[in-house]
């Protein structure tokens, strides 16, 4: 097998550019990006680094082939003239996954059985199997994708998405998820060494992401991925990987990060979560309205995802909150503080045009980022 590989990090929609910068920032130029993903060309040692690494993506693929079908027996003599055998062994397990647009090809469960039956019949030849493949082995899942007539066969490196850091314990009603979250501290240009409030801590996702970029912590440290057990992926890239992870943690740099919350349960949780991940030193809870911070500090930071009051029943209650924390946050001029909502009526309510946002999705809900950036002393 060859060692250089394409791999595809997908992302949410907005996240693309960043999730590119962190490829690039671990070394790998190849890059370009896509609406949903980042490809890249690298070597196989990359698959263990960019799970352990990434983010802001939401898992890493293997491209194994693309090429254009418009009839199903291309799509089964294209998928056979693949190289699988370098990739799956013959006991692993394969189930096959499928989505298409715009194309010939348009039933998924038709393409999912032929693209099924043409690996069989590769590793079946390649193997020398006269009847059954036993499927009791290592899993690799693989996706076929239809864009168009342009099939992308690919084998899903990671497992369970990468956001699930194996911290979070226990959750509220409305979780961000960790990618999401990172992926707002890092459109920061906050540093380690300034203050880090969220004012809407909820189960404690954001102040525990600050944590782990501000200690340059890798976020996949403690937990496995699906390549692990995949042999073309020597176990020593793994190791080498994590003694990297383990060489650059600053695990000795203080931070100043805070987490609050009304709801005086969660505080609590988020606390617990943040011992999960190793970090419960490094992150001060509280309960109280966000209406009541206060800080003598300058230049800090605030990064929050309050409610977004679609409810209607919650939809006054949600605009007095704005309201209030405008009124609040007024008295700190120096501070940078940036509010995701979907809200559309956010900046009216907090008194202030903010100086940038950014569309982004949190989960299915269209939201915007709401950045403030604070004024700087001469």
Request: charged share 30%.
């Amino acid at each position: 097998m060859k060692n250089k590989v394409t791999l595809i990090a997908t992302a949410a929609m907005g996240l693309e550019a960043i999730v590119a910068k962190e490829v690039r920032d671990l070394g790998y130029h190849e890059v370009t990006v896509e609406n949903g993903k980042v490809r890249f060309e690298a070597d196989v040692k990359a698959i263990a680094r960019c799970n352990l690494w990434l983010r802001t993506a939401d898992r890493v693929k293997l491209l194994v082939g693309e090429f254009k079908a418009y009839s199903y027996d291309e799509l089964f003599e294209q998928t056979k003239a693949l190289p699988w055998d370098q990739y799956i062994p013959e006991e692993g397990m394969f189930p096959v996954t499928g989505k298409s647009h715009k194309s010939t090809l348009y039933s998924v469960p038709d393409c999912q059985a032929i693209v099924k039956k043409a690996i069989v019949e590769k590793l079946k030849q390649k193997h020398g199997v006269a009847n059954w493949l036993p499927e009791t082995g290592p899993l690799h899942k693989i996706e076929v994708a239809l864009l168009k007539d342009e099939v992308s066969l690919t084998l899903d490196t990671s497992g369970a998405g990468l956001h699930k850091r194996g911290y979070r314990l226990h959750q509220g009603e409305a979780p961000l998820k960790e990618t999401l979250a990172a992926a707002l501290v890092k459109l920061t240009n906050w540093r380690a060494d300034a203050p880090f409030y969220d004012l809407f801590c909820g189960s404690g996702t954001i102040p525990i992401e600050a944590a782990l970029i501000g200690q340059n912590i890798a976020p996949g440290f403690n937990r496995s991925f699906a390549a692990e057990e995949w042999g073309f992926v020597p176990s020593n890239y793994w190791e080498e990987a994590l003694e990297e992870a383990e060489d650059v943690a600053e695990y000795d740099r203080p931070l100043a990060i805070y987490g609050s919350d009304l709801d005086p349960r969660m505080p609590e949780i988020a606390r617990e979560n943040a011992l999960e991940a190793g970090l419960a030193d490094l992150i001060e809870w509280k309960q109280m309205q966000a209406a009541d911070f206060h800080s003598k500090a300058e230049g800090g930071y605030i990064v929050s995802n309050p409610p977004y009051g679609e409810r209607i029943g919650d939809r006054k209650q949600v605009e007095e909150t704005y309201r209030r924390l405008g009124e609040t946050l007024r008295d700190y001029p120096s501070w940078n503080i940036y509010i995701l909502t979907a809200n559309e009526n956010f900046e009216q309510l907090f008194g202030k045009e903010a100086s940038k946002k950014r569309k982004l999705f949190n989960a299915f809900i269209r939201t915007d980022y709401y950045q403030y950036f604070g004024q700087r002393k001469r």
